[in-house]
């Protein structure tokens, strides 16, 4: 089943199924939701749970086996491993890998729901840590889930549907693009 959602102008809608909305609707497992990830970060909610949806209903069976090799290839499952391979691929660079690269180097794989790849789950992590060295308000550095020193666990969890971790990454990522836009428009 699919809901039509309207946005600002009749002219320009989008169809999303009634499971991207329950998935941006709803609490993940820690309680957190859309809106209080949004909050904590003073982002805007729309802008993560859109981006979300609209990866939601992209992502398929196809995804769904990507994700299983990448969580299951006992050569990528360790902290090592992703900044060795984030390294020897340039970091998150814009490159459009072919199945081959993606069979090859984990981080050019998108994982779980979100569809957020690897490499840009790793630069959204340093960018926070930069940006955020005293404190953590959407606790990705937490003792017992530090993401900057497990990037392992970034894998495994945007692997899960009803962690909160895709939603804080968006978040980051919606956080990077309203600071770059501001200054685009104040040029």
Known sequence: MN?????????????????????????????ETVLSIAEDYSVSATAIAGAMAREYNRYDLVDAAADTYV????????HQYWLDNYTSVGGDNGYIPSITDKATNGCYNDIGYGNIKMATAIRLIRSYVSQHSG?????????????????????????????????????VMVGEAEDFFAICLRQ
């Open 71 to 78: 969580l299951n290839n006992p050569l990528w499952g360790t």
């Open 135 to 171: 404190d953590d308000p959407l606790n990705l550095l937490r003792a017992e889930r530090d993401y900057s020193q497990h990037y392992e666990f970034l894998a495994a969890d945007l692997a899960v549907q009803n962690n909160s971790l895709t939603a804080k990454l968006y978040a």
């Open 3 to 31: 809901t039509e959602v309207f946005y600002s102008s009749s002219t320009a809608q989008g169809e999303y199924s009634a499971a991207a909305i329950n998935y941006i609707s709803n609490s993940f497992s820690d309680g």
